[in-house]
């Protein structure tokens, strides 16, 4: 059983950054490819990024591009999203996702077998 738990949320005046981390149990988290989502009130869960096991190869939505970057440390059991210049519509909870195809950045939730339980991050204005 894979488990993700996410944390680094919190609140921030818009211009700021946050890093939020996602450490994943198991010994198979190099097989994964992770990916990043976000929730806000009343509204769909959307994708934000992803990066496949390795590291090279990484997509963002466009709204995003540029401000975030998703990383990993293989080592560590661990992928982080650095989030920077932060807007008010960044707000959400975002969770963390494991795909088992390791060579995907797919921006669709069905392909993520695995998901956190999420962090929130409120960004004021």
């Known amino acids: 059983q894979v488990q993700l738990v996410e944390s680094g949320g919190g609140l921030v005046q818009a211009g700021g950054s946050l890093r939020l981390s996602c450490a994943v149990s198991g010994r198979t988290f190099s097989t994964y490819s992770m990916g990043w989502f976000r929730q806000a009130p009343g509204k769909e869960r959307e994708f934000v990024t992803a990066?496949?096991?390795?590291?090279?190869?990484?997509y963002y939505v466009d709204s995003v591009k540029g401000r975030f970057t998703i990383s990993r440390d293989n080592a560590k059991n661990t992928v982080y999203l650095q989030m920077n210049s932060l807007k008010p519509e960044d707000t959400a909870v975002y969770y963390c996702?494991?795909?088992?195809?390791?060579?995907?950045?797919?921006?669709?939730?069905?392909?993520?077998?695995?998901w956190g339980q999420g962090t929130q991050v409120t960004v004021s204005s």
């Open positions: 996702a494991a795909n088992p195809e390791r060579w995907s950045t797919s921006t669709k939730r069905e392909f993520y077998a695995y």
């Open positions: 990066i496949t096991w390795n590291g090279d190869s990484t």
